[in-house]
């Protein structure tokens, strides 16, 4: 992220409260009229994406191809200006090279357009001239009271409104689930890859926004923007760094306190990381220490890998937030049971022993099980029939002698890949859940994609690798105990 | 895994030279004539999934059903006894109740049979009378020169010979790929995780070994088997703990110089893994920090979860060794360059700067590219003709000015999505690598199912987590480092 002047801009600035930074996005994230200026009938370029996009998905409002060379753009009446569109416009996508910006800047602020998303590059990436020309744009566009977000970025997606104002190629490769996970990313490279693993993990996307050079919108903006929004309950962040800290403090904050859960990248952790920061953007990927302490005290997850980010953000998106860190962990390898309970020790999970009652009756049934915590019913699982049943009641029951875990981990080994006889260990494993639908269930490991749908449609998490579920269970964990825990 | 004599047995027992405890092995996982004691016509049931399998998937030499109960089991004519089918049998794969044990080792004794597989279960694991039974057949087998694996395990599979001496249902789920991997796990539940886990991930597999209560066959043993195995390049482990270290060290230092790629899982790392591990087998699983050292001075790769120990397993069997641990990162996304150098830097990889003249004819080409190493080369590489090209001669290439990495890894966000475009960039990655095969090569990211293909064909490795993929080429590094380096 290169320098910017936005914090001359917004935030602290006299004149300007605090929530401005954000409260105009409103005209972004839900616009009724979209114009794209730079219109192109070629639905590969840049100014046609988001035309073919929105058409092809059923956008709902107005759509506006600003392009004097045509008076038809992939089949809609274009226009030769904002201007002569005429009418409110919530969002103008902006197509042009940067040499063309000043004037489609002129024309936005004539048409009193709300937003501009800007794809251009050659700004403040490229170096002293284009950072100087991005600063005058962005002067004149807060003066004017026309919110921007970019240059220099992959632009947004509201997947609700059918919204895609974006040139990513992305969305076109087919269709997404419509859920509660926002997405936002500062790299549009890493926005476009993300969007493609939610898409292939199947999970449930809000909005999706890259803020590229920030020259106006943040990083932050778009956090606070996304706490008070009712349709997202997840927040997957992606940074590199922050010009104003005060303003992503206030964002984590309101994020918590509306109960979002959030997990963010933030890169630049190790020395090389930040040399590489610096090389890439000369950003300062600031004191990473500082970073760490401000995450924990908003009960901001800090994952340290995509596969985290992606594995939290499902399991934040799936699961409810439990009671306690107190879990169980149920395997039919008593092997893979201990390599959780390794994992479970290293995430600060509580793993209290089963009671005797329940261990001794577990014991009757299967003298070789594992009776304490994890539980290990064996093989057995599959051919006793019941035991299934009468040790999950043991682990989740809150009568004397029994567990009361307020989590579940099942590990299954290979079982799940059978048929007949695996049905029913998803069966039983789903009415539990509906017994206790208020604690985090996760099942690990292999499984018939049926299975693994059922579970879906049953709010059971299925995380593929054992040690990556007791981590979104650790993460579960701490969303929950920092909702109960006020900020210090 | 239990207490059991085996260290009474093997190894440093007097008149027994080392070698012994696994020279035996030849017949077990080579085996010419395979009988299952406890023979079954059903497919599905213990004493018939070994009979099914081996049937249908051609295994080459003889095969002895043993049930007095029946004439013919599966088609193939059945024995009363093993002493009844004559002739030289390897493999006895003993399929009974325990109870039925002591006389099934008579029948062994007296038909010559060279080794065991033992199924049963309520031996060793199942407490003191187990126990008990188990080290007398332990003790008359040996007696006899009859090596034994198991009891209590899932047996064996040894995948070019087409021998399935196991019960696990796993393997009938489809055929493998045959390769250069063995899997050595002393859990049975976890083996046939690992193996339905190894053929999703399409890994060629060599041999499949679980060693069970480890009666006499220990995972040492089978380890120092593996290490003179001209099919096995790599072996993946799963262990719980460890009877006589000084086999094991042994094993691992044949390995070691065999040139083989040794990652092992070890349970146990924490008090509550190790609790766990006490509750699961009543096993000491040892001192963690000093297995740490043995495998750190053997050049076993530890894997604390199951993901890194087939990420890492993966590209140990596709890459070459690296000359040194000079890492080139190459993106399109500056952001996940500076996740990958935070995870390189962590991981103890070398990330060079790229020599001047190179960065300056990159930046000549695309001024905002990153130009040191991450190497960022923007979107561009997909639309600058041949800068992709030009981009990795500078990195691989070792003439002056040239960076000549040993290593590299590339992350093309989501351009490998795409098609036609898409296409070229496989092409030049793939031309590049079979300019330096010496080199591994490792994409990240997402891609169509095609381009993964045809990485697979040319030997480029895949592995969609970006940090994942670093951790792999630092494991790579460390293979390298301990090949070069005589063990202290």
């Given amino acids: 992220m290169p320098q910017a002047i936005a914090s001359r801009l917004a935030g602290n600035g006299p004149g300007r409260p605090p929530e401005s930074s954000w409260a105009g996005l409103d005209a972004l994230l839900h616009p009724r009229a979209v114009a794209v200026v730079g219109a192109s009938d070629n639905p590969d370029r840049i100014g046609g994406v988001p035309l073919a996009l929105m058409r092809e998905r059923g956008f709902a409002g107005r759509l506006i191809p600003v392009n004097p060379k045509y008076s038809t753009v992939q089949g809609l009446s274009a226009f030769p200006s904002l201007v002569a569109a005429g009418g409110e416009i919530d969002v103008a996508i902006v197509a042009v090279p940067a040499a063309a910006l000043e004037s489609a800047l002129d024309d936005a602020i004539a048409a009193h357009v709300k937003t501009l998303v800007i794809f251009s590059s050659g700004l403040a990436e490229s170096g002293e001239l284009g950072r100087n020309l991005q600063e005058k744009l962005a002067l004149r566009a807060h003066a004017a009271g026309i919110r921007v977000l970019g240059p220099n970025c992959l632009g947004m997606m509201s997947f609700q409104n059918k919204v895609y104002a974006t040139f990513s190629p992305a969305p076109r490769a087919g269709e997404n689930r419509t859920g509660d996970i926002a997405i936002v990313s500062q790299s549009g490279a890493f926005g476009a890859f993300a969007f493609s693993l939610a898409r292939a993990r199947e999970l449930g996307m809000s909005y999706w926004i890259t803020t590229g050079n920030e020259a106006d919108i943040e990083f932050a903006d778009c956090v606070q923007w996304l706490a008070q929004d009712g349709k ?257």
């Fill in 232 to 488: 997202t309950r997840v927040i997957l962040g992606y940074m590199e760094g922050c010009r104003d800290t005060s303003r992503l403090e206030r964002a984590l904050q309101a994020a918590r306190e509306a109960g979002k859960r959030v997990v963010i990248t933030k890169v630049g952790r190790t020395a090389a990381g930040a040399a590489a920061a610096a090389a890439h953007t000369g950003a300062d990927t600031g004191d990473d220490a500082a970073y760490d302490a401000l995450f924990r005290r908003h009960g901001v997850w800090r994952a340290s890998t995509v596969e985290e980010l992606f594995t939290v953000g499902y399991a934040a998106s799936v699961c409810p937030l439990p009671a306690s860190a107190r879990t169980g962990l149920l395997t039919v390898s008593g092997g893979v049971g201990i390599l959780m309970a390794d994992e479970a020790s290293s995430a600060g999970l509580d793993l209290d022993e089963m009671p005797q009652r329940a261990q001794q009756a577990l014991l009757k049934e299967v003298p070789y099980a594992g009776p304490r915590n994890p539980v290990d019913i064996t093989g057995q699982a599959l051919t006793t029939p019941g035991l299934l049943e009468r040790t999950l009641a043991n682990m989740l029951g809150t009568q004397d002698g029994q567990a009361g875990y307020d989590m579940l981990l099942f590990f299954p080994a290979a079982a799940l890949l059978g048929a007949a006889i695996a049905r029913k260990v998803v069966d039983e494993l789903i009415a539990a859940h509906a017994r206790h639908p208020d604690r985090p269930f996760v099942v690990t490991g292999l499984m018939q994609p049926a299975y693994r749908q059922a579970f879906r449609e049953a709010g059971v998490a299925v995380i593929d690798d054992p040690s990556a579920a007791v981590r979104a269970l650790a993460a579960l964990a701490f969303f929950a105990q920092s909702a109960r825990t006020p900020a210090v």
